[in-house]
């Protein structure tokens, strides 16, 4: 494997205030993809796609939790559990995110810094699903059509990554 052949793209879209934004997620977003060279290129592309892979199936199994608190909201029971188990998957996708941006700064390829600004537009996105999942579970409702379309943009996102590669 070379050098990456690939120009970093236009900076992906921030809101205006950075600041929004944690730290430690705008330097992983702003940093340019394929600036290092892996000693051990195998391992890192294994790396590589475990990441790609763990994102689409953690973001694909929202779906089941989600229709899950759906059935148990609509019921009248308590979705208290089936909150937490959501959440806690929202919380191990902003992990792979960060995971699989770290690796993009390996030289995988030439696509990796296209396949690195997908990345951050999910991972911003997953930060405002996350946002709104702490206000909608302080009340103890979900507002399911409003999750199922972030859950959707998720989801195309990593597809994308996922046949990319």
């Known amino acids: 494997m070379g050098q990456c052949l690939c120009k970093p793209s236009p900076l992906p879209y921030l809101p205006h205030n950075e600041q929004f934004f944690p730290t430690q997620m705008t330097e992983l977003i702003l940093a ?5 060279i ?3 290129s195998g391992a890192i592309d ?4 475990a990441a790609i892979n763990d994102l689409f ?3 694909n199994g929202l779906y089941d939790k989600l229709e899950e608190i759906d059935k148990l909201q609509k019921d009248g029971k308590s979705i208290k559990k089936p909150t937490r188990a959501f959440c806690k998957a929202l ?3 902003g992990e792979l995110y960060a995971r699989f941006l770290r690796l993009s700064d390996y030289a995988i390829d030439e696509y990796v810094q296209v396949r690195k600004d997908k990345a951050c537009d999910g991972y911003q996105h997953w930060f405002l699903m996350k946002e709104a999942m702490k206000v909608l579970a302080k009340g103890n409702v979900f507002i399911v059509e409003d999750i199922k379309k972030r859950i959707d943009h998720q989801f195309t996102v990593t597809q994308k990554l996922f046949h990319d590669f």
Do not use: H, S
């Open 57 to 59: 199936n953690t973001v």
């Open 91 to 93: 919380k191990e996708i």
């Open 32 to 36: 340019p993809a394929g600036q290092l």
């Open 46 to 49: 294994i790396k590589y796609m």
């Open 38 to 40: 892996p000693e051990d």
